[in-house]
């Protein structure tokens, strides 16, 4: 596996792009949708540039409840930037096909890594239908890091106007010598990983990323993190960070939370496998107090090892209800909150 040569160069399509500064008053706003137990994330930059990380939710509706949320954000028809799918886990590109469909989207980039490499299992539905949206969408640029036989290069960024996408890592699968053999970790521990910078404060988006397995003393790193601690310490920094996979224990560990050091935690869970994880919230509390921990499934009690901060007694976490959105303002001020409150 190689690294993707000039891949910034395949992004931006300018290799001297510059960084301009914002102007007053400019926002740059990110979504992190409410839809249940997947994650779909809208970033709105100024001058009506967009920019998804993720397309997933509740697979069992085919994404449209994802793309209705999708469509109250950004206006059928309108250019896309890029799409960024971390891994191909349904609950992260159930509607993908759609917003390829539905969008003037000018870039694809994803690892392409599906279960159905792994074993004889096919693929998912939500994956073929990407297929078919690419066939049907030839103006689309599409970066499959598997079908390159690639991996990101940490570092590699592209800038639209004042607001800079950095790339931490991405692979078209796992290195052998992470030597994973679990499937879930598997397709999990290819996420790819960007941070979003704008005006001084700065979004950690991070799919699946995989540093420990859920058994793990609380000083393992593995994987996805390690690789990122080893080889892309000096981008982990950020004012916001996107939990890894929804706050189950197999992701943010230690050594990786210490060095992203956030002011602000958004997990994305639903009423499902008991995410975020008490486990997972105490390693951010170290760093955050519990008003500055944001998650989309407020209220839900699904008992167990969940996280117990907002629960409701016998309550089920519905969906579209604990959307949070992210403005980090021209200022160099941010703000995160529910946008249900």
Same mark, same amino acid.
């Given at each position: ?59 069992? $509706? ?24 971390? !891994? ?36 998912? #539905? ?30 590699? /960024? ?5 607001? $800079? ?23 999990? #521990? ?22 420990? /397995? ?30 890894? /996979? /929804? ?84 200022? !160099? ?9």
């Amino acid at each position: 596996m190689k690294y993707l040569v000039f891949f910034f160069l395949l992004l931006s399509g300018r290799a001297d792009a510059q960084l301009l500064p914002p102007n007053a008053n400019e926002t740059v706003e990110v979504r992190v949708l409410d839809v249940g137990a997947g994650l779909c994330n809208l970033i709105k930059m100024p001058g009506g540039k967009y920019i998804v990380y993720d397309a997933g939710g509740d697979y069992n $509706t085919n994404g449209e409840r994802t793309m209705a949320q999708i469509r109250n954000f950004i206006p059928v028809g309108s250019e896309i930037e890029m799409l960024v799918l971390s !891994h191909t886990d349904a609950d992260h590109i159930v509607a993908a096909g759609q917003v390829l469909r539905e969008y003037k989207v000018k870039k694809l980039l994803w690892g392409g890594y599906e279960r159905s490499m792994i074993d004889a299992e096919q693929p998912t #539905a939500a994956y073929q239908r990407i297929i078919a949206a690419l066939q049907a969408t030839p103006g689309t640029v599409n970066v499959n890091l598997n079908q390159r036989d690639s991996v990101i290069t940490p570092g590699d /960024h592209f800038s639209v106007g004042a607001t $800079t996408i950095t790339f931490l890592c991405g692979f078209g699968r796992p290195p052998a010598e992470w030597g994973l053999t679990d499937k879930a970790e598997k397709l999990n #521990a290819v996420s790819i990983v960007m941070r979003l910078d704008f005006a001084g404060n700065s979004v950690l988006f991070c799919g699946d990323a995989v540093g420990r /397995h859920r058994d793990d003393p609380e000083d393992a790193l593995i994987a996805t993190e390690k690789f990122m601690v080893e080889r892309a310490a000096q981008y982990l920094p950020s004012t916001v960070i996107i939990a890894p /996979h /929804h706050g189950a224990k197999n992701g943010s560990s230690a050594a990786f939370v210490k060095l992203v050091k956030p002011r602000a935690v958004i997990f994305s869970a639903g009423h499902r496998f008991h995410h975020p994880e008490s486990s997972t919230a105490l390693r951010y509390l170290q760093y955050v107090s519990t008003s500055s921990i944001f998650r989309t499934d407020r209220g839900d009690d699904e008992g167990g090892t969940e996280w117990d901060y907002l629960r409701v007694p016998a309550t089920k976490d519905g969906y579209n209800d604990d959307n949070v959105d992210v403005l980090l303002k021209s200022d !160099h001020s941010y703000r995160v909150f529910y946008l249900d409150n």
